[in-house]
């Protein structure tokens, strides 16, 4: 009974981590992973959101997601707060 409730406290603690993984992005440095200054579909592998979008980035259709490229993915991803939105009432 003690290993079961080791290993499940160990598969909980997996789970969350790469529920964490998942909902942070990662950087253009850590998913170039032979530091060439371009990001493929195999490397964008490591960060499922981002290689969902990998077709879309790739702004020129190169194969590949320069720097620039990846940057103004990231910025758009952000949420943007909006001038329109109403001041909370106090």
Not at 42 to 71: L, M, Q, T
């Amino acid at each position: 009974m003690k290993r079961l409730i080791i290993v499940a406290a160990a598969l909980f603690a997996g789970s969350t981590l790469a529920a964490d993984n998942a909902a942070t992005p990662a950087s253009f440095e850590s998913l170039d992973r032979n530091a060439d200054g371009r990001i493929t579909a195999g490397e964008a592998a490591g960060d499922r959101n981002f290689a969902a979008n990998f077709s879309a980035v790739d702004a020129d259709s190169d194969g590949a997601v320069s720097k620039e490229e990846f940057a103004k993915w990231e910025a758009s991803a952000k949420p943007q707060s909006s001038a329109a939105d109403p001041e909370p009432a106090h």
